[in-house]
Nanobody, 116 residues
Framework: QLQLVESGGGLVQPGGSLRLSCAAS????????IGWFRQAPGKEREAVAC???????NYADSVKGRFTISRDNAKNTVYLQMNSLKPEDTAVYYC??????????WGQGTQVAVSS
């Protein structure tokens, strides 16, 4: 069964950091592009970061310089390191086997809340 499972979310103060994980089962993550997306309450889902099979990385302008996407092939996991978090980063974060929308196959996601 092909599956991606997100984890690592939580409540953090502004300026804090979190690392999200996207663990794959049933396929090799290094064979595909993996994207991180987020959806804040009342807003549309948006792309945050992407890593291609070749290792190229792309970021939304809103997270450039603060977020870093990486991949551990041995663990078959993609990470999203989030630093200097802001309240506007509050959202449910999802990973997917694409880097752009639309996409219809989502996991449960992981909640990130940035608040003092």
């Amino acid at each position: 069964q092909l599956q991606l499972v997100e984890s690592g979310g939580g409540l953090v103060q502004p300026g804090g950091s979190l690392r999200l994980s996207c663990a794959a089962s049933g396929f090799r993550l290094d064979y595909v592009a993996i994207g991180w997306f987020r959806q804040a309450p009342g807003k549309e889902r948006e792309a945050v970061a992407c890593i291609t099979s070749g290792g190229s990385r792309n970021y939304a302008d809103s997270v450039k310089g603060r977020f870093t996407i990486s991949r551990d092939n041995a663990k078959n996991t993609v990470y999203l390191q989030m630093n200097s978090l802001k309240p506007e980063d509050t959202a449910v974060y999802y990973c997917a086997k694409v880097c752009t929308l639309p996409w219809n196959y989502w996991g449960q996601g992981t909640q990130v809340a940035v608040s003092s």
